[in-house]
């Protein structure tokens, strides 16, 4: 359903989500670190350096995010882990901790954490450090300077490694999180009317993602007409006139697992020009949905959509990116008149769907 309906109104009726996922355990995170140490062993690496960040929060349930000082995790083969932590936060580490068994090596502010790292170093007897890539360059010369023997080397094959294959109870959190994007997906294409501002829709969308049980959105695009036809739109905020193409890019998170779904569509009847991008894009999309498969590498089922980004390009004001989600399964409601491009699948809610050249 697309239209009828008010930010109010929705936002009476939503409530947090009902069936919420397990956290992660801490034996699910021993057994990361397990994998972690085998990795290591894999690719002759002594000591493992995880910064602030999604690893880190991976490994040791700390989701804080990279500041300009250090924290990190660091790990050794035999599975000894410390945590690198300014001094002042370490009433704050030890209440987010979600694995046991760690040391803390604390810093002053006058002090340099890399030589707390340099004495674990010591203690391992390692000259192979891998480092978390996404640890900023600056902490990384520090280090480097603190500790000359050591060779380091990048982490991403331990890292990258690890949390390529989730887990269920990782593939329930997302799932969670996809849900909850969904429902707040469903609910912002019915509170859509001419003259709305992209803000306006992009707040009601934060406002949905609370009411829903999550912290708001983790970011959000909506844009209308000619900003549809660019990643992330055009200056000013858009106002939706009917006709428009409408884009909507949104998530949320779920205990740091993430959602992101696009949705693309037409506020009103779809153009002939519409209609010829969306059978592009929908075909592109089903090019992608026939060839994946497990084993199968990622480029070649991109590859397979291809014709996408070379046959829109010749109409970019009416580009469409519903080739960036998954086709929609929900069912019709016979209140609406308008037809809605949810996924690449063109419906016209009501007793029965539309095919895509229909009116």
Request: net charge positive; glycine share 8%; hydrophobic share 40%.
């Amino acid at each position: 359903m697309i239209g009828g309906s008010s930010a109010q109104a929705e936002l009476a009726t939503l409530a947090s989500w009902a069936d919420q996922a397990s956290p992660i355990s801490s034996d699910e995170r021993e057994a990361r670190i397990e994998r972690a140490r085998r990795l290591m062993a894999q690719h002759g690496i002594d000591a493992l350096l995880v910064g602030a960040g999604p690893s880190l929060a991976y490994f040791t349930g700390i989701g804080w995010g990279m500041i300009e000082r250090l924290v990190a995790m660091l790990l050794g083969p035999d599975g000894r882990r410390w945590i690198v932590c300014p001094a002042f936060e370490a009433g704050s580490l030890q209440a987010v901790l979600g694995i046991p068994d760690i040391r803390l090596l604390l810093w002053e502010e006058h002090e340099d954490p890399s030589q707390r790292i340099v004495e674990a170093l010591r203690e391992i007897g390692g000259a192979t450090l891998a480092i978390d890539p996404t640890l900023p360059f600056g902490m990384v010369e520090r280090l480097r300077k603190a500790a000359p023997s050591a060779t380091l080397v990048d982490a991403a094959p331990v890292t990258d490694g690890c949390r390529a294959i989730k887990s269920p109870a990782e593939l329930a959190l997302m799932r969670q999180a996809k849900q909850m994007t969904l429902e707040v997906h469903r609910r912002v294409a019915r509170i859509l009317a001419p003259g709305i501002r992209a803000s306006e829709v992009a707040a009601f969308i934060d406002a949905a993602h609370k009411a829903v049980g999550s912290r708001g959105s983790t970011f959000c695009a909506v844009q209308f007409g000619a900003s549809s036809a660019y990643p992330h739109g055009l200056p000013g905020d858009d106002v939706l006139r009917e006709g428009d193409m409408v884009l909507i890019d949104t998530g949320c998170s779920v205990q740091g697992y993430q959602s992101d779904i696009t949705r693309s569509y037409v506020f009103g009847t779809p153009d002939d020009e519409q209609r010829r991008i969306w059978a592009i894009e929908r075909e592109a999309q089903q090019a992608a949905f026939d060839a994946v498969r497990p084993g199968l590498p990622a480029r070649r089922s991109m590859r397979s959509r291809g014709a996408c980004s070379n046959a829109t390009a010749s109409a970019p004001a009416t580009r469409c990116r519903a080739c960036r989600t998954a086709p929609a399964t929900e069912s019709g409601s016979a209140s609406t008149r308008r037809p809605i491009w949810l996924a690449g699948t063109l419906r016209r809610f009501g007793p029965a769907c539309a095919s895509p050249t229909s009116r």
